[in-house]
């Protein structure tokens, strides 16, 4: 199991390179409508997409932790800024500016991997920019099987980048599954599965996972290589209610 441990730690952090540098979109599925995902923002670091985040309020957006790092430290809110209201990563929409980042008090090697970031401004919904409901404490995860979507900036499958988000819909992977593929699951993660070469990837760190119209977890890592027989894990927001409606409030 410690063999385990440590070799999906190995892979995750050059996992962890790859989501705050390269650019790119969700492996598989298909180009989002313009207005399928309002909640969705490319974070950015020193103006280069770097992982998704989701709208939780005018001025709170909802990201993993990791993202908010380079090299074991905060990156300074000065450096950051998000774009809202487009698919395209390169244009269109509003870049907005960040205020401050408050991070999960625990969190740590991926543990408890989220963080809320304060805009600058507060945002005007419209039809393309608009926050989505979080997942009650106690709230129980879609069955096994059920479909789950994901919409993210991440790498594809042949390595190539583009500057729409994608959209795909995984499944929510049994226990045991997940068990296999992350040995430190609990009430705090789940996982979900993919067909060969399809998932999550490289730049889709902090991106929604969405079901019945209810953001239900944010991506956190892939174990191996990207599109693996593994399952993606995602950190479960009904275990972290609590702490993200502080933040909102």
């Known amino acids: ?52 985040g989701c709208i939780l309020s005018p001025t709170k957006i909802l990201t993993t932790a990791h993202c908010v790092h380079r090299d074991g430290k905060l990156i300074d809110a000065s450096r950051l ?48 920019i608009s926050a989505i409901p979080v997942a009650a404490s106690g709230e129980a995860l879609p069955a096994e ?3 789950v979507n994901v919409a993210g900036w991440g790498r594809t499958s042949d390595g190539t980048t583009s500057y729409k988000i994608r959209e795909t819909s995984l499944q929510v992977a049994s226990e045991a599954a997940c068990l296999d593929a992350y040995s430190n699951h609990g009430e705090q993660s789940f996982c979900l599965a993919h067909e060969l070469k399809e998932g999550t990837c490289h730049g889709d760190g902090g991106s929604g996972a969405v079901y019945g119209d209810k953001l239900i977890g944010v991506t956190n890592f892939v174990v191996g290589a990207c599109g693996s027989r593994y399952p993606d894990v995602f950190v479960r927001l009904s275990s972290y209610s609590d702490w993200i409606q502080e933040q909102i409030a």
């Open 1 to 52: 199991m410690m063999q385990q441990r440590l070799l999906i730690l190995g892979l995750i952090g050059l996992t962890l390179v790859g989501m705050c540098h390269a650019q790119g979109r969700i492996m598989g599925g298909a180009e989002a409508d313009p207005t399928a995902t309002p909640f969705a923002a490319s974070l950015r670091v020193d103006n280069a997409h770097a992982c998704g």
């Open 145 to 147: 099987g059920s479909e």
């Open 81 to 128: 800024s998000c774009r809202v209201g487009s698919t395209n990563q390169y244009a269109g929409g509003k870049i907005v500016f960040v205020e401050s980042v408050a991070v999960h008090p625990d969190y740590y090697n991926l543990d408890n991997n989220l963080a809320v970031i304060t805009l600058s401004s507060a945002l005007s919904y419209t039809e393309r």
